[in-house]
């Protein structure tokens, strides 16, 4: 049997089955306190997130992981600032009915996988130093473990009497890795002409360009956009102008700069199991991020967490059937619901659209100082016909605005498309049990790397670019033999012959098995040629009779 979208065959052993996929939420909320070298809050602007995702050993029970905000405010002496925060989020993978239609003998999860989004942060400001934050956690849970082929009653092994029907089936194997956290810096050069600068923010957005699998490891090449808001150092909002006799005391309102800088990492992640027949994708999570500034040089240290997924296909041997020529059997059967795997890349497109502003609620002479965005991947359709998928989701928008000296914000979701290639889809590909009408189900994500808005008369315009890291697969489920248990004999009378007129859902081995005839005698008497596939079609193609 030949597949280029397969590995090598193995003996007969263990398969990777799916666990249903699970949709969870976590509500987390909590109270926190500003550290003491934070201005006091006068009011909230936006709060940030940052989810990094659970740990790679918590294959079964609760995942929990780190989240991070980033609160921008405006500070009680009329100046921006941001209170970087932390908190740890918990998702409750229900274990009850999780195991849906899975052989018995199905083994604890051994591969989990953990999409995560969340929705806007809220905050509301409890004291001066003190506020509180509510967000929702949403995770797609996809989780995998091994299930052995058989076992079934050993009472007729090695016995010369059985005849065994064997398979092969194409079925798809995952493995996941999370790297420690690999620590980036660069130097950054201010003009003199700007005087000087305090950072304000620092985040951090990482795209994945490679995952290239080897024996046993996966290097992973990308970027980090480090995103920096600065504003002039002796700027304090609400300082008081000088009073002049002439003129009023006017609120100054403090004039942010966004810088940005692309730092290139490359980094081998450990993987076991994976080979150079893989395909793999890697994301990559700002895991830390720290600025100093020096004489007119800011120094960002930005540490990188990479997941890696790799799949690919391998042809299992199972037992399909088996029967006695010379004692009944009864046998069982179990249906397992393996994958395949499809395709697994990482790219980059760009979204370009626009909204009226009086949609999105923004004034025409305010005037966009930053944007932040989140896309989230909903829906994967594909055309088997020509070998394509497109998968469609929104992202969405959050503008920091600045108008007669008073930022306000200001919020829009645009939808987004992304169209790629997966040859694997086509009818015609040789994925042997895997039905091409049955859509491809995907995990992975899309970051929102780089982002601006532009007032455009009366729209606002959002130019994104978003890094994309997925993994397609599909369902291939099959059938083989889970057990077998043998009775008593068969009767025969010497010297008797059978004549069987096949019918046309018959073939070789139906058959040989109905009669409890040895495949090589039966064969023999009817000058058929040996091997071949004996439970097909064409195994008794022509034939108008057997001597069994």
């Known amino acids: 049997m030949t597949n280029p979208y397969m590995g090598e065959s193995t003996a007969r052993g263990t398969v990777?089955?799916?666990?249903?996929?699970?949709?969870?939420?976590?509500?987390?909320?909590?109270?926190?306190?500003?550290?003491?070298?934070q201005p006091e809050i006068k009011r909230l602007l936006r709060i940030g997130v940052n989810l990094l995702p659970p740990d790679p050993d918590q294959a079964g029970g609760d995942l929990t992981g780190r989240m991070d905000y980033s609160v921008l405010y405006v500070g009680g002496d009329g100046g921006i600032y941001c209170a970087p925060l932390s908190t740890e989020y918990r998702l409750e993978i229900p274990t009850e009915g999780n195991t849906g239609s899975l052989p018995a003998a199905m083994g604890e999860p051994s591969v989990c996988l953990c999409d995560l989004s969340s929705e806007v942060p809220a905050g509301r400001v409890v004291s001066p130093r003190r506020l509180h934050i509510r967000c929702k956690v949403k995770g797609r849970v996809r989780?995998?473990?091994?299930?052995?082929?058989?076992?079934?009653?050993?009472?007729?092994?090695?016995?010369?009497?059985?005849?065994?029907?064997?398979?092969e089936v194409p079925v798809g194997r995952l493995y996941r890795a999370l790297s420690e956290p690999l620590m980036l810096e660069d130097d950054i050069i201010l003009s003199p002409a700007e005087g000087e600068m305090r950072v304000i923010c620092a985040e951090g957005q990482v795209m994945m360009t490679e995952a290239s699998p080897a024996a046993g490891t996966v290097t992973c090449r990308g970027e980090v956009t480090v995103k920096l808001t600065l504003c002039p150092a002796d700027t304090v909002g609400d300082l008081l102008a000088e009073i002049t006799e002439s003129a009023p005391a006017e609120k100054q309102a403090p004039q942010l700069t966004i810088l940005k800088r692309k730092i290139p990492f490359s980094?081998?992640?450990?993987?076991?199991?994976?080979?150079?027949?893989?395909?793999?994708?890697?994301?990559?999570?700002?895991?830390?991020?720290?600025?100093?500034?020096?004489?007119?040089?800011?120094?960002?240290?930005?540490?990188?967490?990479?997941?890696?997924?790799?799949?690919?296909?391998?042809?299992?041997?199972?037992?399909?059937?088996?029967?006695?020529?010379?004692?009944?059997?009864?046998?069982?059967?179990?249906?397992?619901?393996?994958?395949?795997?499809?395709?697994?890349?990482?790219?980059?497109?760009?979204?370009?659209?626009?909204?009226?502003?009086?949609?999105?609620?923004?004034?025409?002479?305010?005037r966009v100082v930053d944007v932040t965005a989140t896309a989230?991947?909903?829906?994967?359709?594909?055309?088997?016909?020509?070998?394509?998928?497109?998968?469609?989701?929104?992202?969405?928008?959050?503008?920091?605005?600045?108008?007669?000296?008073?930022y306000t914000t200001a919020e829009l979701e645009l939808p987004f498309r992304y169209e790629f290639d997966d040859l694997t889809l086509l009818r015609d590909a040789p994925t042997v049990n895997r039905d091409p009408d049955t859509p491809p189900a995907f995990d992975g994500s899309m970051e929102v790397v780089n982002c601006r808005a532009r007032m455009d008369g009366e729209r606002v315009g959002i130019d994104a670019e978003l890094a994309v890291s997925l993994r397609t697969h599909a369902p291939a489920p099959f059938t083989a033999l889970s057990d077998v248990g043998y009775g008593g004999e068969v009767t025969r009378r010497r010297g008797e012959y059978v004549i069987c007129f096949p019918a046309p859902t018959d073939t070789l081995w139906s058959v040989a098995k109905r009669y409890h005839a040895?495949?090589?005698g039966l064969t023999a008497a009817n000058n058929l040629a040996p091997g071949g596939q004996l439970d097909g079609a064409e195994s008794l193609e022509g034939i108008k009779y057997l001597i069994v």
């Open 518 to 520: 040895p495949m090589a």
């Open 376 to 406: 989230t991947p909903e829906e994967l359709t594909a055309d088997p016909d020509k070998g394509r998928c497109l998968l469609t989701g929104k992202c969405r928008c959050h503008l920091l605005l600045l108008k007669e000296n008073e």
């Open 267 to 366: 980094q081998t992640v450990g993987v076991e199991g994976v080979t150079s027949a893989c395909a793999a994708t890697a994301r990559g999570y700002c895991s830390e991020i720290t600025v100093q500034m020096d004489e007119g040089r800011i120094h960002p240290e930005v540490g990188v967490v990479t997941e890696v997924r790799a799949q690919r296909n391998q042809a299992v041997t199972c037992v399909a059937d088996l029967y006695s020529t010379r004692r009944e059997e009864a046998c069982r059967y179990a249906a397992y619901p393996a994958e395949v795997a499809l395709r697994a890349l990482n790219g980059n497109f760009t979204l370009s659209d626009s909204l009226p502003l009086a949609d999105v609620g923004i004034d025409p002479a305010a």
């Open 143 to 167: 989780a995998y473990g091994e299930c052995p082929l058989g076992p079934w009653s050993t009472d007729g092994e090695d016995d010369p009497t059985v005849e065994t029907l064997t398979a």
């Open 16 to 37: 990777q089955l799916p666990y249903p996929l699970r949709a969870v939420t976590a509500e987390v909320a909590g109270d926190f306190t500003l550290p003491d070298y």
